[in-house]
């Protein structure tokens, strides 16, 4: 796939604000490992290959395991992750597919139970963030920060 758009070059000052929205994202509070489950799950959703690839290989180098990364399509169906995870994973999809269903209040009195409302903030933003990142990168065909495997 060829890259549509530098959309980074196109709009520099509303890129600059986007990005200085991501970085306060990272440095919000919510644990990395988190935020990066996050990221790879609404990416995953959004069909934004760049986005998983990046988020994919960030996680492994702050220490996520392989096993992890594969079944977090699956999360509903693993044990591996914690009640906190699986909390902000159900939180994600539900923000990420709002139109289908809005955030149904169970779903919002169930995730209260495993982050405070100032975390759940955060994780909204967060959130809105990546599929910020996936709604710019999608459609502009981002390049993917390594070179692509052939196909077979």
Known sequence: M???????????????????????VDECGLEVSLLHLIKLRASQINGCSFCVEMHSREARRDGET???????????????????????????EAV?????????DQLYIRTLEHLSEEELVKLSVAVGMINT???LCIPFHAIHPMPAAKAA
């Not at 594969?70 to 693993?78: D, R, T």
């Not at 990420?96 to 149904?104: E, Q």
């Open 2 to 24: 060829k890259q549509r758009m530098q959309f980074f070059a196109k709009a520099p000052e509303i890129m600059k604000a986007v990005s200085a929205l991501n970085k306060a």
């Open 66 to 92: 392989e096993q992890r990364l594969y079944l977090i399509a699956a999360w509903k169906e693993s044990p591996l992750f914690s009640e906190r995870e699986r909390a902000a994973l159900a939180w994600t």
């Open 96 to 104: 990420t597919l709002i139109a289908k269903n809005g955030v149904p």
């Open 133 to 135: 990142w996936n709604r």
